[in-house]
């Protein structure tokens, strides 16, 4: 492993706490009561007020850092926004190891493992696609509600973190709420079938979901398609690494209530194994944060793959999934897709958006696969 260190941003006992204790302090959240106001959880030991988080409804040009305040910048979080979902796991999976693979470090919800102990994370949407003939019925809300229940139409990709959903037994019975952004929004809820992508070491998983709302996924594919846009139109506009705070965004269902957007800026980058990185950040992160896209402005070039992972023991400093930035490792987008091993193609990975007018087609044993 090699460090790319920031200016004196983090000592040298910092770095060492925070590798001794990665994994063993992930943000998932006891789903316990629902709350839709963050500011009344003042029993919250990491972050009692939760001022530095802002509501998704809320949030504004002016909540970003002065060197990004472009209208590109602000439109860009705000689709990320709309793709980011509340993830909730009821049941904790047998197989989840009891230690972080080659640590002594115990593995999160090790000690829940085949209980009803549900609990939240996030997630947001990297993929839509059509499924015809798939011969299975829907089980969304709406569907285990009417007498009649439809044919699945489409598959819905959410990217998270393995912490938060660990295999198919857990998949199975995951659910993802979106456009949740208060106490009134609409209940849209997809149902969750398999993970594909699975990996402890990295902490990244894809949780396959489905659903019968053709509205929805064509909803959902224009505002991939307007992410993607805008994510290549802003790194193409940098032509240097801007000087001064690298920016990062956070989008989250803080302890499970209502989509908040946090801001904050680089702390650290490590990199391992000459391919991939994983970024510290003093972006504020509650329980519930798990999972949550971390959206990285400054750099020049592109990044993929981090979601929110955890935090260090005081929780002063966030850590991120491992990932892939395109500073960091100049010229080896070959060897990072290898790397991968993907189903899929990253997050916003390529040049060009692969997700064309027409909705994209796959057979159902293709996700199987």
């Not at 590109?72 to 009891?98: A, G, H, M, Q």
């Not at 957007?261 to 944060?289: A, M, R, W």
């Not at 850590?319 to 997050?347: A, R, W």
Request: glycine share 6%; with cysteine; proline share 5%.
């Amino acid at each position: 492993m090699r460090i790319a260190r920031c200016e004196d941003l983090v000592s040298e006992e910092q770095i060492n706490e925070i590798f001794e204790c990665l994994f063993s302090c992930t943000e998932v959240n006891k789903a316990e009561v629902q709350e839709f106001d963050l500011t009344k959880i003042n029993y919250c030991t990491k972050d009692p007020d939760h001022l530095k988080f802002i509501p998704a409804d809320k949030f504004c040009i002016h909540d970003i850092l002065k060197p990004y305040q472009e209208k590109e910048t602000f439109d860009f979080i705000k689709v990320c926004s709309d793709l980011t979902v509340r993830v909730y796991v009821p049941t904790i999976s047998p197989n989840r190891p009891i230690y972080q693979p080659g640590t002594q470090v115990k593995y999160s919800a090790c000690e829940d493992r085949g209980k009803n102990n549900p609990y939240t994370g996030t997630g947001i949407i990297t993929d839509v696609f059509r499924v015809e003939s798939y011969g299975k019925v829907c089980h969304c809300p709406n569907c285990i509600s009417s007498e009649t229940c439809k044919q699945i139409c489409a598959e819905i990709w959410v990217d998270t973190a393995v912490h938060v959903v660990f295999d198919d037994f857990e998949a199975k019975n995951t659910s993802c709420r979106l456009f949740f952004e208060n106490e009134k929004s609409p209940l849209h809820v997809i149902q969750g079938q398999n993970v594909i992508d699975s990996d402890v070491r990295r902490d990244c998983c894809t949780l396959i979901c489905s659903t019968c709302d053709k509205n929805l996924v064509s909803d959902l594919k224009d505002k991939l398609v307007v992410a993607r846009k805008l994510k290549r139109c802003i790194y193409n506009l940098v032509d240097k690494p801007l000087p001064g705070e690298k920016m990062f965004v956070i989008i989250s269902h803080p302890h499970g209530t209502p989509k908040h957007i946090s801001v904050g800026s680089l702390v650290d980058k490590y990199e391992h194994e000459n391919v991939f990185t994983q970024q510290f950040y003093n972006t504020p992160t509650c329980p519930g944060t798990s999972g949550a896209p971390v959206l990285i402005f400054g750099y020049k070039g592109w990044y993929s793959g981090f979601n929110h992972s955890g935090t260090d023991m005081d929780g002063k400093v966030n850590y991120s999934t491992i990932g892939f930035d395109h500073l960091s490792h100049p010229g080896n987008e070959s060897l990072v897709k290898q790397s991968y091993g993907k189903q899929k193609t990253v997050f916003i990975f390529e040049a060009e958006p692969y997700l064309k007018d027409d909705w994209s087609e796959k057979s159902s044993q293709d996700s199987q696969n």
